[in-house]
Structures are given as structure tokens and as C-alpha cells.
């Protein structure tokens, strides 16, 4: 480690001047090494083979920082990785842009730049652009992180980002079981004195993602469920192509410590955020060619086809539950979960 | 219209669900509106013409949110805009994401949005994706917004971003006075009580830009003296390319409420930010040529040749003062004015 536990954030790091270069020699560029960065113009300059692209932005304000499975450096790399590989792109380059409350440890600033550093590795990513704001004491809470990103739009043709072809019949496959982030943030939050041995899902999906795409023609839409959970990816999809969309509750992976939770506090799992998991809607025909493929990836193992498209009750989405009953699944009203990621 | 003054932000605005949805379609839609963003991927899919690209972040933080000449809305896009034309760039396209304090008045984001939309049409740049966090109350002062950016590097071969070429004899111009942002802002925030007519300078460079670089050979640098100032730009450049730097203070304009201000609180206009300013660094031979190109551009009118870069004193700068003497000129250590972009 560059820093040590004693060592803070001050408002000079955010100046433009002699700390912000200190930091942005030692510590990003240290961690996050690459040509691009290393030219140290304002802006990257980049050379990308394909005239499609990509491009996506995303806010991350968790609290806490640090959280089973994960933090805000390694959810913040991963959040947009998934965004742009779910619209069918490669995700290429990030750019990142902190800002950070005066007087934060840079100890903990270390970690998380090492753990976005880890990530973008992982999911053959590079950071190649930055900003880093200071604001006083009291202004901001600890640290929020933005990752914009770029990718090359190389299943562009396969019509995934738009849903276009999606109809009767199509299956719908999730890659693991709902709920773990948002549970696992719950439970970090130690306000509620729940404990458990959850783990965030967090994880990049472009390995998971490419291979479906590579391997099979019958992909039609997938999205990232994250915010708002399972739930809101199928609400706006059945609203927005006003087509209906049935989910068979005991083919959805549920861990029992989220379920508990969930029932404790009277929260659905449908509507808590996951930032591993992605939703893909596919021609029936190729449904179980997909799972196959995907459970073949160590992301994928607990892929599960949950649900499929239906020409009934368009607009809606229900729940086939286990009792034997149909429940309306809403949009979300409201807020579950604050900074949940 | 759309909010009117009590309307307020909650929690749920960030959520993902319902209230996310209301806000994206009344509001960011209704601004920024253009096919791509209509798309509602969570991924923006362009479409550029060339393989070279540019790509920047910024987070601004500006507090007052409003002030005279501009609001963070304006700021944000300028920002980004500028750091992709100094780079050689033709600035296309930007992302928004935005942090906002639970509580926080819709009108205000309104007249915000309404404002970046103004500036993103001035600079012919379009706003094709974005993102809302909402933090409950005293978790962020009021809003943040970082604004990513993509170019087209239309002018890579000119090596402007990365001053490769620069040498003895080379002119420094600016496109004119200094400091106008940031004491526009210090007297914004009324905490010294220090009235002033002054406007900040912020405004989108492209287009000037552009017609200097279409129309001169002899562009070597370029970049925008915001954070740190004109100082910081030029104290950066002679240390990376250990070069020396020549500026005369008679030259260098500086309004007179700047310098005012600047005496009665002990700053020095060369490290107060801008927002509207770009220092050049030109051939000898061209320096007129540019000047004349640049006055006739709104934005270039009191442009003025301010220096020149030496053979000697390898790696600092140095002022020739009005009064015939010889002032070094340092990198910031410190902050001068935190937030004020």
C-alpha cells in the first residue's frame, strides 16, 4: 500500500495543483497503468476498430464503502460493464470521476482504486480518463464514484438492446438467484443488527454475455438487473412492447438468508437490486441451448429458465406462485433500498 | 414549465422505479430529446464515422448551483465540451449522471436541465444518456453532475494534446481575460460580501477552436486554463516537456473587478479558474495569423498574445511584471477556492 491509515483527503487534492497531481501520479496512475492514461492530455485519446459503439454512464453512491463481496471501486467498474455488454456491446474503455469528502482516508481511497484496478482487469476493461473533485467536510458523504464507458457494438445486428423481435412463447433465463446485493448492503449497514453470511453478486457479466452471444442466434433482449430488481427489468419491458410476461415463482432462485430477511422487513426479492444478474429473453427453440452455454460459466451456474412471454394481458407481469394462485407484479412505487448502489 | 417551486426530489426519484420513470420521461426526455436517448437502452448505440476518438469525465460541484453568467448545467456541458475540442476533438456526444440531495426543488433541476439542454444545442453536442442517484437529506450539498464525453478526433495529426512539437520562439495566446469564473463565483456566494458586475466566462470553445485549427497550421498546443488556471496549464506544460516559459503581466488581461478582488484577498488572477478560456501555443511564424483567426470568433475577440516559450530555464515559468522585475510562477500548492466547478 502507497498510503497509510492516518493519511487524509484534502480539500488541495481536488485543486488542479501540486496534490491532485501527486494523487494522480502515485495513486491512478499506479494502479490503473496504461498507455492511454499515461499520455496525460484532459482527454483520452482513443483508436476503436468499429464505427458502433456503446456508451453509458452510471452514478454509484453505496453506502457503505466496503461490503461482502465487494466495494464501491469493484461495483462501480462492474455496473458499467454490464451496461454496456447487456446492450451487446464489448465493453473497451472507462473513464472514472470521484468525489471525494475532505478529510477521507486515502488508505480507504487506496483499496477502492485497487479494487476497480482488479476489476477492470478481470473484465478486460481499461480505465483510460479521470477527475477527481474534493468537496468540504460535511458536503458529500465519504466518496461517490461516476464510471462512464465505452464499448464496440459487435452484436449490434442481434437487435438485443431494443427488444425489438421479442413475442409469445420466448423463455425468460436469469444466470443466479435475486436479492444477494441489495441484502448483503442491508446487512453491511449493521443498522438493523441483522447478520448474515450473504455475499453481494457483484461481478462483471461480459464473459457470461459474449458467450451466449457467440454462441447462440436465439438471443432477443437482456438487461442488467440491478435498481429496482428482477421486477422493474420486466415491468418496463412489458409495458414499453405491451406484450404479457408470466414468472413461475418456484423456478426463481431465492437464497434462504434473502427470503428471511425479506419476509423479516417486508420487502419482495423481485425488487431488490443485484449487480451480477442478467435477464435474457430468448426464442423458445434455443432456451435450453442458452442455459446449457450459460451454465458452462462460472456465473452462470445457477442459470434458470423463470418465466416466459405470453400474447394475454398485455402490458402486465404476474407472478405464477407457489400456492398455486397468479399475483400482479407492480412497478415499484416509492424507495426500498436508498444508495443501494 | 413542467415543476413548479415546491415541487421537491424524493428518495424514490432515484430508485429505479415509478418515480425514475416520471422524471426520465418529463423531464430529461423532454430537454434533451433526441432519437438515440429515446431509445431507452441503459446503453447509448452510436454511430461515428471515425476510429479515432476522444473521451473525457468531469464531476462539477460549483457552489452556488446559479450565478451570474452561467449554472452548473452550463458548466457541466462547456466543461466537457472544452476538454474534448482542446484535445483535437470534434465533440459529439455526452453523458449526464446526477447526484441529487433528497428534498432538493424539482424547479431548480428543471431550470438546470433546461440549461445544459440550451448549451448542448450552442455546441451541437447531444446528450444520449444518463443517470439519477438521489441521496437522502445532508448526504450531498444540493447536486453534482458529471458529464462524460465522446469526439471525433478530427485533428489527431495536429499532436495538439500532446504538445509533442513545442520549441524555443513558440507564442502563448489566450483568448482573453483571466479569473472571471471563479471570482464570478467567490462573489456569487456572498460569504465575503463582495459585490461585483462581474459574469463567469463559461461557454463551450468548440467552435472557436474548430476555426483555428481549420484554418492555421501552426496550432501545437491547446488546452483550457479551468481549475488551477492559467498558471497551472502553463506550469504543467513547461514541467512535462521541460521547457521554459515566458509570460509578460502587461499582456495578460485581467479584468479590473478581478484584480480588485484578487488584491483585497491576497489571490493571484493566474491561478483563478476559467471557464471560457484556452491557452494556445502556436509557431512563431502563425501567431498573427491565429490572433486575427480568433478575434473574429464572439469568443476570441480579446485574445492576446501573453508569452513565449525559451530555451532557457528549462521546466519553470516566470512572469516579466509590469514594473520590470521578474516573478517566478509556481505550481498551486493548496486550494485557492474549493468548488468552484
Avoid at 214 to 237: H, N, P, Q, Y
Amino acid at each position: 500500500m502507497i498510503y497509510s491509515e492516518n493519511d487524509r483527503v484534502f480539500l488541495g487534492h481536488g485543486s488542479g495543483g501540486i496534490l491532485t497531481g501527486e494523487l494522480i501520479s502515485n495513486l491512478f496512475f499506479y494502479y490503473f497503468k496504461n498507455d492511454i492514461l499515461e499520455e496525460m492530455t484532459d482527454a483520452a485519446r482513443l483508436k476503436i476498430k468499429s464505427h458502433f459503439l456503446s456508451f453509458t454512464t452510471d452514478s454509484f453512491v453505496v453506502d457503505p464503502l466496503f461490503f461482502p463481496g465487494g466495494d464501491i471501486g469493484k461495483l462501480a467498474v462492474c455496473g458499467t460493464v454490464n451496461d454496456l455488454a447487456v446492450s451487446g456491446a464489448k465493453p473497451l474503455y472507462l473513464s472514472c470521476g470521484f468525489i471525494i469528502e475532505e478529510g477521507f482516508s486515502l488508505y480507504k481511497l487506496e483499496k477502492i482504486v485497487q479494487s476497480m484496478s482488479e476489476e477492470a482487469e478481470r473484465a478486460q476493461v481499461q480505465i483510460v480518463t479521470g477527475d477527481t473533485k474534493v468537496v468540504a467536510k460535511g458536503q458529500c458523504d465519504k466518496l461517490f464514484i461516476n464510471t462512464s464507458g465505452i464499448g464496440s457494438l459487435i452484436y449490434r445486428n442481434k437487435g438485443i438492446g431494443k427488444a425489438e423481435n421479442i413475442c409469445n412463447g420466448d423463455k425468460i433465463i436469469i444466470n443466479g438467484s435475486i436479492g444477494d446485493h441489495g441484502i448483503s448492503i442491508l446487512s453491511a449497514r449493521n443498522e438493523l443488527n441483522i447478520k448474515t453470511n450473504l455475499m453481494s453478486d457483484c461481478a462483471s457479466l461480459n464473459g457470461l454475455i459474449e458467450n451466449v452471444l457467440e454462441k447462440s442466434e436465439g438471443i432477443k433482449f437482456m438487461r442488467d438487473a440491478t435498481r429496482g430488481g428482477l421486477a422493474t427489468v420486466l415491468c418496463e419491458l412489458a409495458e414499453q412492447k405491451n406484450i404479457g410476461i408470466e414468472l413461475n415463482e418456484t423456478d426463481i432462485p431465492v437464497k434462504e438468508e434473502v427470503r428471511g430477511v425479506c419476509e423479516l422487513l417486508g420487502f419482495d426479492p423481485l425488487y431488490i437490486a443485484n449487480e451480477g444478474k442478467v435477464v435474457i429473453i430468448v426464442k423458445n427453440e434455443n432456451a435450453k441451448e442458452v442455459l446449457e452455454i450459460m451454465k458452462k460459466h462460472p456465473l452462470g451456474k445457477e442459470s434458470r429458465i423463470i418465466g416466459e412471454l405470453k400474447d394475454i394481458n398485455p402490458g402486465l407481469v404476474w407472478l405464477n406462485t407457489q400456492i398455486g394462485g397468479k399475483r400482479l407484479v407492480d412497478k415499484l412505487s416509492g424507495e426500498q433500498l436508498p444508495r443501494i448502489c
